[in-house]
């Protein structure tokens, strides 16, 4: 089956400083990239949804200057938090359509990020 | 706007079943999947209902009625290992199929 792979499984990072973590599609081509957030002891949170070539589509009250997603390729998507503060500490997560299945979303192992 | 609810939390014996329910008021529906996730993981797929009925695999079974936006998953012969957070979620019916997820289950299986 298809496989996302998503880096760095965790990350450490001082306030005001910006992290980068990437989703990389590894044996087929993700037209579509979802974002999600999680908190601890809550459900996934869609931030944005976005699309090779084009501009990322954020939901309500998602800051897109604030989480900057990049989707220059079919193989690789990046969600940026910029200016970190320890409120967005969270667990970061992609997920892409699976086209081979008929009801199939691969998700990758997620990010969790800790804003000091 | 999306709601998708669940029960926030649900505890259960080992050896008994357990059913999670879902209400969902959406924009749209293209169906609605149920997901088993332990903390820290990325959620496993568990099971997907497009239609009215009861979708059955093997201990996990899932039902839905569309017209009352009502979903559950039921749960058997439950074991230790199934202790998780539940969460279902309602792909839409627009072009990019996304997601959105319900306010999640953790159910607790207790000996």
């Known amino acids: 089956g298809a496989v996302v792979s998503q880096h760095p499984s965790w990350v450490i990072c001082k306030s005001g400083t910006s992290v980068k973590i990437e989703c990389r599609s590894l044996?087929?081509?993700?037209?579509?990239m979802f974002w999600y957030r999680q908190f601890p002891k809550q459900s996934l949170m869609l931030m944005a949804t976005?699309?090779?070539?084009?501009?990322?589509?954020?939901e309500q009250g998602v800051e897109k200057d604030k989480f900057l997603i990049n989707h220059a390729s079919l193989t690789l998507s990046t969600l940026t938090v910029t200016s970190a503060h320890p409120e967005d500490s969270s667990f970061y997560i992609c997920s892409t359509r699976d086209r081979g299945r008929v009801f199939g979303y691969t998700f990758g192992s997620g990010t969790r990020l800790t804003v000091v | 706007g999306q709601n998708i609810d669940q029960p926030t939390e649900m505890t259960a014996t080992e050896g008994a079943i357990v059913q999670i329910n879902c209400t969902y008021q959406?924009?749209?529906?293209?169906?609605l999947f149920w997901y088993q996730q332990h903390a820290g993981e990325a959620p496993t797929f568990l099971s997907y209902n497009v239609l009215d009925g009861l979708e059955e695999k093997g201990r996990f079974s899932s039902f839905l009625s569309r017209s009352k936006g009502y979903s559950y998953l039921l749960l058997k012969e439950l074991q230790m290992k199934d202790s998780a957070s539940y969460l279902c979620a309602v792909r839409d019916g627009g072009a990019t199929n996304k997601l959105i997820f319900g306010t999640g289950t953790l159910l607790a299986v207790q000996p």
């Open positions: 044996d087929f081509q993700a037209t579509t």
């Open positions: 959406t924009s749209g529906f293209n169906g």
């Open positions: 976005s699309n090779e070539g084009s501009k990322a589509t954020y």
